[in-house]
């Protein structure tokens, strides 16, 4: 047996945003906290959700406390801002740090202690009910922290997470219009993270049916728009098709999980802060090119999507051209493409590691298995370099 889950409801599209009048009369809401960056409400890219709140007469406390790969203390500090502010609805507009600390404030809210004392790995508590209802804004296309359950902490060398049922938004918002004004290396980083979503779904050892015929959507709206959307500023349908393949590629690995890519990941971000989108864009073509024989069909398949001539070359030769393919569209759309260039030195990666090692959850999920000796490989070829 086979389940799918997903938000209660999701809105998408170009002016998807007016959905929200309905949902405040609808809750009856008096009090919205609204969470989001600093850098969002400097540019007024929250403007439209004000407007919108003070249409409705919603009185609403704004929250900018928001940091990349947030840390346990902002995180308790956004929750005790929420405790605090006793709203009838959080509203988390931003990228997936602002996301994860609205979901996991929101729930947390209505229950004792601290985030720490919820963590996957170390916590001790356990979560009771649902909290404070949210609804959830991306503005960057490729976390798909909107139709997810998990919230992300950085911890001092690595990172956890809260992952339960309650954390789904009650209504996730994507409107496209909303990351028309990123910067080319956010939507960069954004988009390769969504296309690792995907990919990493497509292969999970827990995918379905249902799960392969997502993420092999949103691969392909991703590998055809990426390049113009990071290039071409008012590319306004590349953008669109980014922010709808982000989505479904988050609907897809919510259900089928992440693997190697991502649990090798958190350790870059949490020893040397490497942005998350990032330091899964690094790892990804190395990645696959150590696992792609355990998948060898899947990744073939991935051929069409990258439109990779087929006739006449055996399954083995699509499947490493498709590898190549990811490391061409890292270097194209101008992320690094090694973690030297992070600098990183051949000494650490002993660190890094063990860190790896630790990444239990998602690394089961891989097709091929990591153990110390090939988790070490990958990191060594993501140092060198691809040739």
């Not at 889950?5 to 998807?16: A, F, L, R």
């Not at 850098?39 to 919108?52: A, S």
């Not at 971000?269 to 696959?288: C, D, M």
Request: with cysteine; proline share 6%; net charge negative.
């Amino acid at each position: 047996m086979n389940s799918f889950i997903t938000p209660q409801n999701i809105y998408h599209g170009v002016n998807s945003i007016e959905q929200l009048r309905t949902i405040i009369q609808d809750l009856n809401v008096n009090h919205v906290f609204l969470l989001t960056d600093p850098m969002l409400k400097e540019l007024e890219v929250i403007r439209p959700i004000e407007e919108i709140l003070e249409k409705e007469g919603t009185r609403y406390t704004i929250s900018t406390n928001v940091v990349p790969e947030p840390p346990l203390a902002i995180g308790n500090e956004v929750l005790h801002e929420i405790r605090e502010s006793q709203p009838d609805l959080v509203i988390g507009v931003g990228g997936g740090s602002a996301l994860d600390l609205s979901k996991a404030s929101a729930v947390l809210a209505d229950h004792g202690g601290t985030v720490e004392d919820y963590l996957n790995l170390t916590g001790t508590r356990e979560l009771h009910s649902p909290g404070i209802p949210t609804v959830l804004i991306p503005t960057t296309a490729g976390t798909g922290a909107e139709v997810t359950d998990i919230a992300v902490f950085s911890l001092d060398d690595t990172k956890d997470v809260i992952t339960h049922k309650y954390l789904l938004a009650n209504y996730a918002i994507v409107d496209p219009q909303f990351t028309y004004t990123l910067p080319a290396k956010v939507t960069a980083a954004s988009g390769v993270d969504a296309l690792t979503h995907a990919i990493e779904a497509f292969t999970s050892v827990n995918a379905t049916p249902l799960t392969d015929t997502l993420a092999l959507d949103a691969m392909k709206r991703i590998v055809d728009n990426l390049r113009s959307a990071v290039w071409n500023p008012r590319a306004y349908e590349a953008r669109k098709e980014m922010s709808l393949g982000s989505l479904i590629a988050g609907l897809s690995f919510y259900n089928a999980g992440v693997a190697g890519v991502h649990g090798l990941a958190y350790p870059l971000g949490g020893l040397f802060k490497i942005p998350h989108g990032e330091a899964n864009a690094v790892l990804l073509p190395y990645v696959y090119h150590r696992i792609w024989p355990s998948c060898l069909e899947k990744m073939f398949t991935l051929g069409e999507v990258f439109s990779i001539p087929q006739e006449g070359k055996s399954k083995r030769e699509v499947a490493l051209e498709v590898v190549e393919a990811l490391h061409e569209l890292v270097k194209d759309v101008g992320l690094p493409t090694t973690i030297s260039d992070y600098n990183i030195t051949q000494d650490d990666i002993e660190q890094l590691t063990s860190n790896g090692t630790k990444q239990t959850r998602l690394l089961a999920r891989s097709p091929m298995p990591f153990d110390e000796k090939s988790i070490r490989s990958v990191y060594q070829h993501a140092f060198a370099g691809w040739k």
